[in-house]
Every structure is written in C-alpha cells, then in structure tokens.
C-alpha cells in the first residue's frame, strides 16, 4: 500500500474509522506524504464529514469519570461521545455550553455505549492498549476550520506523530499552523481525538490541554517518546 494511492473505498474506512490499527498505520504512511491521495481525502470529508455537530434537542446526556484514578471525564448520549475533559472546571463549562443548545443531563445510569468507551479508555491509560471511539459528534467544536483540524487529527494512527504544518498543509492552507494549534487547543475531545501526537517544530513537545506532562505520557504508552525527538516529522 505504500506504493500505491489509496482506493476510494480505502478512504471511506480511513474516515469512519473502520481500518485495524495496522491498516491505518500502513495508510497513513502513504498518505501523509501524498499530496494526490490528500486531495482525495480532503475532497471525501468536504463532501461527507465523518462526524455530525449538532443533536435534537432534548436529547439525553450523561457525563461519567472514566475511572477513579485518573482525574478524565467523558459526556456523550446513548449512541455518540461529545466530550472527554480532563478537569472538572473544563467539564462543567461544556455542560454548560450543551445546555445552551437545548442538551439536558440524565439522572439515569450511564448507557452501556457510554460506559464501554470509559473502560476502554481507562485501559488505554493503564496498559497502553489502542482503542479507537468511532460514534462521535462535533457540536462542541464551533467552527468549520476546526471541525476539518480535528478530522485529519483523527487520522493520525496510534504510535505516529505529526505536526502542526503537516495538518495545514493537509487541510490546504499550509500557513496556517498556528490557528491549527489553536484550534487543537480547544479540542472537546482530547485523547479520542488525538492531539497529543501532534508536535511543534523539529518534534518539539508544545501546546496540549491537559499539559505537557500528560502528553508526554501518552506519547510514551504508545510508545512515540522520547524516540519522536530524532523521527523525522511528516
């Protein structure tokens, strides 16, 4: 595959995530240095985001620690996750923002989905062990720039890393790596969305919502620190 541009089909899982990790991996070292199949995928998430950003109103949600020891929390409905936070200021603010557009918090216990993506979350972060969050929803990112940001985001593979420019270039505007980190910055959804695997100039370990600390963490169970400091970045 490394040799050869991505099928159509090929694309389609890419974005709905539906690839095993070694398939992505093996993608995404084709692609990140193709511009044609870029064009490909930039035309597929123009014509058909992967990630819907709005719900009914009144739709139920229901926010849940993903474990007691680690300080993260997730907010999602019965069948998509909208949010994982890592404190419970940043939580209560996007609660906050959900209600604004007609969102209601459940008393009711969590909804299997729910608790699922908590558990394999935790173990992520206990073992290291990939997962991968397929329903999502963007109604928490607010601008289309962004949306596109954090869907390439997603593409980047568990054990690779990349970098701001690479993702302006992806997206077609290859100044525009300072407004991607910004736009990282905000992201609802860290970990599932994995920002952490996106670094600054010559790999340096910059910018990450829940720390640098944190993110060097995550990069070493997957096993991307602190050999990223001498990989070439693409």
């Given at each position: 595959?490394?040799?050869?541009?991505?099928?159509?089909?090929?694309?389609?899982?890419?974005?709905?995530?539906?690839?095993?990790?070694?398939?992505?991996?093996?993608?995404?070292?084709?692609?990140?240095?193709?511009?044609?199949?870029?064009?490909?995928?930039?035309?597929?998430?123009?014509?058909?985001?992967?990630?819907?950003?709005?719900?009914?109103?009144?739709?139920?949600?229901?926010?849940?620690?993903?474990?007691?020891?680690?300080?993260?929390?997730?907010?999602?409905?019965?069948?998509?996750?909208?949010?994982?936070?890592?404190?419970?200021?940043?939580?209560?603010?996007?609660?906050?923002?959900?209600?604004?557009?007609?969102?209601?918090?459940?008393?009711?216990?969590?909804?299997?989905?729910?608790?699922?993506?908590?558990?394999?979350?935790?173990?992520?972060?206990?073992?290291?062990?990939?997962?991968?969050?397929t329903a999502l929803n963007f109604c928490l990112v607010s601008t289309a720039f962004a949306r596109q940001v954090l869907t390439w985001t997603s593409l980047v593979p568990f054990g690779k890393t990349t970098s701001?420019?690479?993702?302006?270039?992806?997206?077609?505007?290859?100044?525009?790596?300072?407004?991607?980190?910004?736009?990282?910055?905000?992201?609802?959804?860290?970990?599932?969305?994995?920002?952490?695997?996106?670094?600054?100039?010559?790999?340096?370990?910059?910018?990450?919502?829940?720390?640098?600390?944190?993110?060097?963490?995550?990069?070493?169970?997957?096993?991307?620190?602190?050999?990223?400091?001498?990989?070439?970045?693409?």
């Amino acid at each position: 595959m490394t040799k050869q541009h991505l099928a159509k089909d090929k694309i389609t899982q890419l974005l709905d995530r539906s690839l095993d990790f070694k398939e992505e991996s093996t993608a995404f070292e084709h692609w990140r240095t193709c511009p044609d199949c870029q064009a490909k995928i930039r035309t597929a998430i123009d014509c058909a985001p992967p990630w819907l950003y709005n719900l009914p109103n009144h739709t139920n949600l229901w926010a849940i620690p993903v474990s007691a020891r680690w300080q993260f929390w997730i907010i999602g409905s019965k069948e998509v996750l909208l949010a994982l936070t890592f404190s419970e200021k940043t939580q209560r603010r996007q609660i906050e923002l959900l209600r604004k557009q007609g969102l209601e918090l459940a008393r009711s216990p969590a909804p299997i989905f729910l608790t699922n993506t908590a558990e394999m979350i935790y173990d992520f972060l206990e073992t290291g062990q990939p997962y991968k969050v397929t329903a999502l929803n963007f109604c928490l990112v607010s601008t289309a720039f962004a949306r596109q940001v954090l869907t390439w985001t997603s593409l980047v593979p568990f054990g690779k890393t990349t970098s701001y420019g690479r993702i302006a270039e992806w997206i077609g505007r290859p100044l525009a790596a300072r407004s991607v980190g910004g736009a990282l910055h905000s992201n609802p959804l860290g970990l599932v969305i994995p920002c952490h695997r996106v670094l600054g100039t010559n790999g340096a370990l910059t910018g990450f919502g829940g720390g640098l600390e944190m993110k060097q963490m995550l990069l070493e169970l997957e096993g991307s620190y602190p050999q990223f400091q001498v990989r070439r970045l693409e």
